[in-house]
């Protein structure tokens, strides 16, 4: 069963636009949520997390990602697109009782100069 | 302070022939992670080491593939007579203890560059 949905496989954005990216889980008790960030050729890099505490978490390069119980969701974004976005994105949980990362399919995201 | 590195970062073989994937964690890292990605399934997990002890190896798809980890640091990942399906992007990542038993909420998993795997 799918337990990490991710909305929209590309995401194209002006630079300088909001960027929005969704990200839905399905589980009875809320997992711990990730956003990855993966640049052509390269391996996973950590944007940010949610475990305990504060729903809205603030990650690096001015990415931003808020925990939402009642809807399920945990959604990326970012004010202001910049070039150096353009990047796949991947939402992923560990759902309690276990270690492993569970990821959604990905979205492309292209900024449109 | 260097990453997971993960060696070679490109091998091309035969059908039919065995490989060997390398993965160094991050000094003092106790949980390592291998995950594959491919086109058609997308980021999968395959197998989780705590020390050199793997309790979870649930994502392993058949038992052509194998891996063990010595010295509670380098790992090797196997895959024994590989199969065109096996190709794809092999990534290890570390964490500095298994993501829910850490005190400080989940620990973060590093991963490495990856290694490109293509059988001919």
């Known amino acids: 069963a799918q337990s990490v949905t991710q909305l929209g496989s590309h995401v194209s954005v002006s630079e300088g636009a909001l960027v929005l990216l969704r990200c839905n889980y399905s589980?009875?008790?809320?997992?711990?949520l990730f956003w990855y960030v993966q640049y052509p050729n390269q391996g996973l890099q950590l944007l940010l997390k949610y475990t305990t505490g504060a729903t809205l978490v603030k990650g690096i390069n001015g990415f931003e990602a808020e925990f939402k119980k009642s809807e399920t969701s945990f959604h990326l974004t970012k004010p202001s697109a910049h070039m150096s976005d353009a990047a796949e994105y991947f939402c992923a949980v560990i759902h309690f009782g276990n270690e492993k990362l569970t990821f959604g399919t990905g979205t492309r995201l292209t900024i449109i100069p | 302070g260097a990453g997971v590195s993960q060696s070679p970062s490109n091998k091309v073989t035969e059908k039919g022939k065995d490989v060997e994937l390398r993965c160094d964690p991050i000094s003092g890292h106790t949980a390592l992670y291998w995950y594959r990605q491919s086109l058609g399934q997308g980021l999968e997990f395959l197998i989780y080491f705590q020390g050199n002890s793997a309790p979870d190896k649930s994502g392993l798809p058949s038992d052509r593939f194998s891996a063990e980890r010595t010295g509670g640091s380098v790992s090797t990942l196997t895959i024994q007579r590989t199969q065109q399906e096996d190709s794809a992007v092999y990534l290890c990542?570390?964490?500095?203890?298994?993501?829910?038993?850490?005190?400080?909420?989940?620990?973060?998993?590093?991963f490495g560059p990856g290694t490109r795997l293509t059988v001919l």
């Open positions: 990542a570390s964490s500095p203890r298994g993501t829910r038993t850490g005190t400080s909420g989940a620990n973060t998993q590093y």
């Open positions: 589980s009875s008790v809320p997992p711990y």
